[in-house]
Every structure is written in structure tokens, then in C-alpha cells.
């Protein structure tokens, strides 16, 4: 070992002590800025990654719709899209918002149509089980599926009758006509694990849409799952070159860019504010070598007159900031693991799962671990300390050795 290293450790971890009190200190506060910082991304990863998966399983991969107007005659339309490559399934569907009376209490969800008929739907509802107390094969003309949320503030459970009345009975009035609501039983509750979905939406087939909002043999929409290895920017892109105006196909993507790059942006600037917790960490390195670099001014005059060339002094500091920067690297990234390990108790303590749903529309919080994150976070970490090893190490090298002596 070379002498210089031996040195760096020993001021580092000195015998009989497993370390010093500013090595402590230093690697703590490195190990709780990575902390932050690869916490903060993997929470927001999480929740990206969460969000996405939700919003692909509740709105499909591709829509096409045509300005917001019904379409009509598509059944040879759906079977040549059955037949595109990474095509999984095809749905047409017809969705809008409605008034639903219960006990009189009026609610106001949003009705998403399923064809009871075919079975074809590109939602993974009965992959995944959506529906709970209850199952989709019992959906009929005269029945319901309510979000569970909904359900909950409304008082409604299952086997309960509601009045669903559409903005299309508002014509009948006009014509002096008295429109009847639609009476519709329970028979099971929309569990997708997304509370916007889970407050706002409900499930009837698509014969009781199609009568509630007037379209006939129409749809609002076409929807689009894709095979899991499919890009669905790309296939729609493609599939617009060959629909004629007024068809546009968009992807789950473009419906929900917005909410999306505010998740990004979160992520961003919240990395941003922890990256000054490892800056002011790596600070308190630098002054406290500095610091010791004049205390040990004679030291570092004896080792000059011993023969000790200024690069290898300068090695010494710059090794011990480099050694701070990987041993609180290491503990910060086991400290997140640890963390958010027991992340469930820390948020019900900290905000509740009440806001955690309010704000993000998740039970629960999740987390994905991204090698790349981890990977910058540790690495900025050392780098940071490895150069506030660097100015006193320059101080260190500069001082000659007569000099050094003469002032001590």
C-alpha cells in the first residue's frame, strides 16, 4: 500500500476508533443527499411508470374518433384493423356523461360502454380483474357497473337500483315529451386501482349506451389494444396516414401529455432542490480537509522534507474526499432501499393515504428502481466529493517545506 493512502486512511479511520468524527459526519450527509436524490426518482419513476400503466389499462392503447361526432358503418372498418399486425383487439365504444339518481341524490359519472353482445373490449377488465363483488359476464342491458369510490360516496352497494337520465332526454322535453330514466341495477363495483377512474366512471353495455345518448348503430369511438412489444405512437402515426378526415387516431399518450409532464417535471425540479443537499454536503468536506490542512502544516513540511513529492500529498486529500464520496454513495443507497422498503407507514404518518390519493389518484405509493438513476446519482455524489478533496489538496501541494516549518 502506498504510503500516501495508508496515510489518508489512518486520517480517516485512526486505530482504536472506527472512524473519525468528520468522517462520520461526511458520509452521513453525503449518504443522505443520495438518499434524496435516488429516493425522490425512483418515487416519481414510480409514479410515472404507475400512472402510464393505469391510463393505458383505463383509456386503451389507441382512440379514433371523428371530431366528436358518432361514426357509422365501421364493421368493415374494425375487421381490417383486426387484421393489422400487433393489433391485440378492437372495441367500439360510446362513452359520455350522464345524471344518476340515487334515493334522489343526483351524481353525475361518466358511462363507459361494454359489448355485451361480442365480448370484445380493449380494456384488460377481465384480465385484471376490475370488477369486484361482481364480474363483467353479468352486465346486461338492464344493469350496472359502478366505480367503487363512486359507489362508497354515493351509499350505493351491490344489487342496488339507480336512475340514470342522459343529456339527450333533453330533446324529448323540448318536443313536449316526458323522457323516463333508464333503471338500472348494480351487479358489481369498477376496481381498476386508479381513483379517477374508480370516482367518475361506469360500465353499461353498449346496446343502453347507444339508446341513452341516442346514436343508434353508432359509436363515439374505436378503440385500439396493442401487443405489449408495440409502440403506440408509431402504429398511430401510421394508422393516420391511411384515415380519411375528419378520423383522427391518437394514443393514451397525447390524451394525457399534460398530466404526464407535470409528473416529469416533478421529478426534475425535486431532483434539482436535493442535488443542493449533496453541494452543501460536499461544502462541509472541503472547508473541514481545508481546515485540516492547516493544522497539519508541519505535518505536511516533514513529509516534503522526507522526499514526499507534491502530487502524492495532493493524492492524500483527494483520496479522502474520493473515499467520503463512494463510502456515503453505497450508505445512501442502501439507506433508500431501507426506506422505501417501509414506505407504507412513513406516508400514512407523514400525509395520509387520503392525499396521496387526492393528488395522484394511487392506494398506495409506488416505486420502480432505475439502474441509470442510481447510477447518476452515486456518481455525482463522488465526483462532487472527490473535488472538495481537490482544493485542499492544492493547498497541501503548494506548501514548501521550509516555509512550512519556519510557520509552525
Not at 353482445?117 to 352486465?139: H, Q, S, W, Y
Not at 333508464?182 to 346496446?207: C, P, T, Y
Not at 349506451?209 to 348503430?217: C, F, I, K, P, W
Request: aromatic share 8%; net charge positive; charged share 20%.
Amino acid at each position: 500500500m502506498k504510503w500516501w493512502l495508508y496515510i489518508a486512511l489512518k486520517q480517516l479511520f485512526p486505530t482504536g476508533r472506527v472512524a473519525s468524527f468528520f468522517a462520520g459526519v461526511s458520509v452521513l450527509g453525503v449518504a443522505l443527499g443520495v438518499l434524496g436524490l435516488f429516493g425522490t426518482q425512483s418515487v416519481m419513476n414510480g409514479f410515472h411508470s404507475q400512472i402510464g400503466t393505469k391510463l393505458r389499462d383505463t383509456t386503451g392503447d389507441v382512440i379514433i374518433r371523428q371530431n366528436g361526432r358518432p361514426m357509422y358503418n365501421l364493421k368493415s372498418f374494425v375487421e381490417r384493423l383486426k387484421k393489422m399486425d400487433g393489433v391485440k383487439a378492437v372495441e367500439q365504444t360510446a362513452r359520455g356523461p350522464v345524471m344518476m339518481l340515487v334515493n334522489n341524490v343526483p351524481t353525475f359519472p361518466v358511462l363507459r360502454s361494454f359489448d355485451t353482445i361480442t365480448g370484445e373490449c380493449a380494456l384488460p377488465i377481465a384480465e385484471k380483474n376490475f370488477v369486484r363483488m361482481g364480474n363483467i359476464d353479468k352486465l346486461d342491458d338492464d344493469s350496472i357497473i359502478i366505480g367503487q369510490y363512486m359507489a362508497s360516496n354515493a351509499g350505493i352497494s351491490v344489487g342496488d337500483t339507480v336512475e340514470i337520465l342522459s343529456p339527450t332526454m333533453l330533446d324529448r322535453i323540448k318536443k313536449d315529451e316526458v323522457p323516463m330514466p333508464a333503471r338500472l341495477e348494480v351487479v358489481g363495483l369498477l376496481a381498476s386501482g386508479f381513483s379517477d377512474v374508480d370516482s367518475n366512471i361506469a360500465l353499461v353495455s353498449l346496446r343502453r349506451m347507444r339508446d341513452l345518448y341516442g346514436l343508434g348503430e353508432g359509436t363515439h369511438a374505436v378503440v385500439l389494444r396493442l401487443d405489449e412489444n408495440q409502440d403506440c405512437t408509431k402504429f398511430a402515426r401510421n394508422l393516420q396516414r391511411e384515415l380519411k378526415y375528419p378520423m383522427r387516431a391518437s394514443t393514451w399518450l397525447t390524451s394525457n401529455e399534460g398530466f404526464l409532464r407535470v409528473i416529469k417535471m416533478e421529478k426534475v425540479m425535486m431532483s434539482l432542490i436535493i442535488v443542493l443537499i449533496i453541494l452543501v454536503a460536499s461544502f462541509s468536506i472541503c472547508i473541514s480537509l481545508y481546515t485540516s490542512v492547516l493544522r497539519k502544516t508541519r505535518e505536511i513540511g516533514l513529509m516534503g522534507a522526507m522526499g514526499a513529492r507534491p502530487y502524492q500529498i495532493a493524492l492524500m486529500y483527494c483520496f479522502q474526499g474520493f473515499l467520503i464520496g463512494v463510502l456515503g454513495a453505497f450508505a445512501g443507497l442502501a439507506l433508500t432501499v431501507l426506506v422505501l422498503h417501509f414506505r407504507e407507514p412513513l406516508v400514512q404518518l407523514i400525509v395520509g393515504r387520503q392525499a396521496l390519493m387526492e393528488f395522484y389518484h394511487f392506494a398506495h405509493l409506488p416505486v420502480k428502481y432505475e439502474l441509470a438513476d442510481a447510477l447518476w446519482a452515486c456518481g455525482f455524489s463522488i465526483v462532487l466529493c472527490t473535488l472538495a478533496g481537490f482544493f485542499p489538496a492544492i493547498r497541501a501541494a503548494r506548501l514548501k517545506s521550509s516555509e512550512a516549518m519556519r510557520n509552525e
